[in-house]
Structures are given as structure tokens and as C-alpha cells.
Nanobody
Framework: QVQLVESGGGSVQAGGSLRLSCVAS????????MGWYRQAPGNQRELVAT???????NYADSVKGRFTISRDNAKNTVYLQMNNLTPEDTAVYYC???????????WGQGTQVTVSS
């Protein structure tokens, strides 16, 4: 019933920027927390950024100061603005919706981000 669709991935050179979007349907979007995760081949999935239902944000140390998470409840959409990208940011980025991030919820299909040096 719940569907999350990510978009905005692509290929960029180091130092470039991308903006990811995730649109949710089939749920009360505004009462849920949202998160962005990423997973590179051979690596575990890691939490990148979260935003609560009230707009409070948290970031992984590796992206602090470079990435910004935001949400637009009127559009049922969460965004991830990624600046100063490095090859270490290369991964599939996944959107997650849950009442509490890290405790289950729903996942999108992912969008590929590739950063070349």
C-alpha cells in the first residue's frame, strides 16, 4: 500500500552536486520520520540523514556540512541536497519512511549516485 519512489541520481565529477527526491504515497506522510540510506557494492547499508515529523534533522559524520535533508509535507516529498561530492559518496541511495527511523518502515527502490575523480 505504501510506495516510495526515489529520483535525481546520476553521474557527477568530484566536487559536483546532486539533489535526490523521494515521493511517498499510501500513507500519512506528515506524521512519519524520513531517512536517506546508502549502500555501495560490498559495503553495508548506512544511514546518511534523517528528518523527523517536526523537521528536526541529523546527519552522519561523513556527510555533515555537505548534505542537507528537507521535507515538503504538501508534496509528500523528502529531499537530499548533496554538495561537494567525492568518490566515496558513490552508492545506491534509498529512501525510508517510518514512525521511528531505524525501526522498520518502508523502502524505495533506490537511485544510483556515481562520483568520479
Amino acid at each position: 500500500q505504501v510506495q516510495l519512489v526515489e529520483s535525481g541520481g546520476g553521474s557527477v565529477q568530484a566536487g559536483g552536486s546532486l539533489r535526490l527526491s523521494c515521493v511517498a504515497s499510501g500513507t500519512l506522510f506528515s506524521i512519519n520520520a524520513m531517512g536517506w540510506y546508502r549502500q555501495a557494492p560490498g559495503n553495508q547499508r548506512e544511514l546518511v540523514a534523517t528528518i523527523s515529523s517536526s523537521g528536526s534533522t541529523n546527519y552522519a559524520d561523513s556527510v555533515k556540512g555537505r548534505f542537507t535533508i528537507s521535507r515538503d509535507n504538501a508534496k509528500n516529498t523528502v529531499y537530499l541536497q548533496m554538495n561537494n561530492l567525492t568518490p566515496e559518496d558513490t552508492a545506491v541511495y534509498y529512501c525510508n519512511l517510518a514512525r521511528t527511523i531505524g525501526r522498520g518502515g518502508y523502502w524505495g527502490q533506490g537511485t544510483q549516485v556515481t562520483v568520479s575523480s
